[in-house]
Every structure is written in structure tokens, then in C-alpha cells.
């Protein structure tokens, strides 16, 4: 969830000023919650919650968990952009891997629905997006990879598409909050009129 929606102090400032922040910013609360609970989960933490206009900011500081998620989870302190890729640790198991995916499709992905349904991720991540990719095929899924020019940028993106392809994400993967509330509303409405055609 880091990845997607967090940012860690730099190290400079870190030692600069004695805190190790960790901060992670999302509009929805239902996943900020989720984050809540994973942190308390695996660091025994309680982040200071704030709201800010339309968006929920949770934060603390903590040198083991600074070092934790920087070395071991390889996320990069200060600025990130450009910089991610698919760390190591979250290849060690089919169990981490689709907790791994779970996370960053919450907090940057994104449900589209018109006819059909499309589940896709977009960063300006040229490394981290191709991984996410493979990490998808693990579970038997069919990524379509695109990249595109904005503003001068290249940004990078991956979506699975059409019912069955997101109904097998959701039971392998799953997602959280209002992303996973819109996805299982549309198939189950697919669901009900093809029950009704048939």
C-alpha cells in the first residue's frame, strides 16, 4: 500500500531531525482502515490519523519500521517517483504476492466500468508496472501492458479486462474498500442478467 499511496522520509532529513516518518495518504477510509490494521498487525503500531479535505493522511515515526520498510521492503526513502520495482520480498510466497498486488491495486488502481469491466494500474513506474505484469500471470491472469506520453512523461499501465478475468483477480487476489465494492457490484449485476437471459 506504501508503494502506491506512501512516502517515507529521506534519510537525510531522518537523521536531521530524529523522525523516522512514515506517511500514507488515500481518499478512501475503508482502505485506510485496512492500512491501520496491517500496520498495527506487523509493526505493533498506531498511527495519528487526520483528515484533509477529501483525504485521509496516516502517519508515525519509527526507526525499526523506517528501516524495515526501506531495506528490507526496498521502498525508496524520499522522493519515490521513477523509482519502484517489485521488491523481492514479496515474490517469497503465492500468500505475500497476492497481498503485495491486493495493496497497490487498492490504493492506485482503478475500477472502469461501461459495457464490461476493466481493472487497471497506471504510474510513471517503467520498472515496477512489466513486474506487476508478471506477478498477475503468476495467478493465471491476462494483463494487457500500454504506456503513453503526459505532459512530457511516460506513464506506464496494466488492466485486466472483462468479468471472468476480474472475478478470478477478486478471488485470488482481492482488493479493498470502495474499488472491491464497485467491482463485485457490477459482476454480480452481470451475473443476475445472464441468469435472467438464460
Known sequence: MLYGDGHIASRDSALRTGKWLVHFCEGDYGTVREYLRLTGLVFNLRPSVRRRGNWWEAYYCSRVAYEYLTSVAEHPAGRKAGRLHVPAISKETPEVTAGFLRGIFSVEGSV???????????????????????????????????????????????????????????????????????????????????????
Open 112 to 198: 472502469k466500468i461501461s459495457s464490461n469491466i476493466r481493472l487497471a494500474i497506471e504510474m510513471l513506474e517503467p520498472e515496477l508496472i512489466p513486474g506487476i505484469a508478471s506477478m498477475l500471470r503468476s495467478f493465471d491472469l491476462r494483463p494487457h501492458t500500454y504506456r503513453y506520453q503526459k505532459a512530457g512523461k511516460v506513464m506506464y499501465g496494466t488492466y485486466v479486462y472483462g468479468v471472468e478475468e476480474v472475478s478470478s483477480f477478486l478471488e485470488r487476489i482481492g482488493l479493498f474498500g470502495k474499488k472491491e465494492s464497485k467491482a463485485r457490484s457490477f459482476i454480480s449485476k452481470m451475473s443476475a442478467l445472464a441468469s435472467a437471459r438464460s
